[in-house]
């Protein structure tokens, strides 16, 4: 039986600890997170092309920018898109069997006229405002004088083995459980401790009263500085086995503890249909 400890959460980061388990069993959870958690975003961009006017002002403006279409298209994928996977799913999947609706993809505009600098609260949801992007300042395209982006884009929901603009989770690392024995062996002097502590590079030793003593390995790196700086062999460090951190960001459109139970009972059904499949083999 595998225990798993959340040792630290936040909405948009998580850091557990796996007990019991295996090196290849952590990893499988690493991978789902990065390719099989779903998502939504921008798809299809639909840029309006022609002079535009400005109905307050009767001035005509150029549908153009200093960037490819294609540019910027690429852009507003990237945007982070809040998303409720209780309302919204993959087309393919979704009842309206790939002709879009309300519970596989949402609209935005874009319709801003220069010169500025177009961020991501100019792209505006259609019809709920609070599907709107999660980071508001970022900059995706700047207009000059008479430049005018007026475009509709369609997100939709997919994951990271189609595109890494689907990725939710960012930066998850995994890394076993430190442990680091101390036994002052024969020939060892205080200046050798002293130095073994001054290795540290995360400073969890101190050298205190003729004794070494780690104030909290779970920070420790496993760069074994402190067991090559002792000649004598006092300080041993040994990862666990059985033991493992697994520590991960997300880009906010699901929180980190949605991300990881999607991707802990994705991995569950993924593994049944293995299971049957084995099974069914004569």
Aim: net charge negative; proline share 5%.
């Amino acid at each position: 039986m595998v225990e798993v400890v959340i040792t630290a959460l936040r909405p948009k980061a998580l850091e557990v600890e796996f007990i019991g388990s295996s090196a290849s069993q952590v990893n499988a959870v690493r991978r789902s997170l990065l390719s099989d958690v779903p998502k939504l975003a921008i798809e299809d961009v639909e840029f309006h092309l022609g002079p535009i006017r400005d109905e307050v002002s009767g001035k005509d403006y150029d549908s153009s920018t200093s960037m490819f279409d294609e540019a910027v298209a690429l852009r507003l994928g990237l945007l982070p898109i809040p998303t409720d996977l209780g309302q919204f799913r993959k087309t393919s999947e979704c009842t309206c069997n790939g002709a879009g609706c309300t519970h596989c993809q949402m609209m935005f505009s874009v319709d801003k006229k220069g010169p500025c600098t177009v961020y991501a609260k100019d792209v505006v949801p259609l019809g709920d405002d609070s599907m709107a992007i999660l980071e508001p300042e970022i900059p995706i395209v700047r207009l000059g004088a008479r430049q005018a982006l007026l475009a509709y884009a369609t997100a939709k929901v997919g994951t990271a083995r189609e595109h890494a603009k689907w990725q939710v989770a960012h930066a998850v690392g995994v890394s076993p459980r430190p442990h680091i024995k101390i036994h002052r062996n024969q020939g060892c002097t205080d200046a050798c401790l002293k130095r073994a502590g001054a290795a540290c590079p995360v400073n969890i030793l101190e050298y205190s009263s003729g004794k070494l003593n780690v104030t909290d390995e779970t920070q420790c790196i496993l760069c074994w500085a402190c067991e090559k700086s002792c000649e004598h062999g006092s300080v041993k460090v040994e990862p666990d086995t059985e033991r493992f951190f697994l520590s991960f960001e997300t880009d906010g459109s699901l929180t980190a503890r949605e991300s990881l139970r999607y991707a802990l009972k994705d991995l569950k059904r993924r593994f049944e249909e293995l299971r049957e499949g084995v099974q069914a083999l004569p």
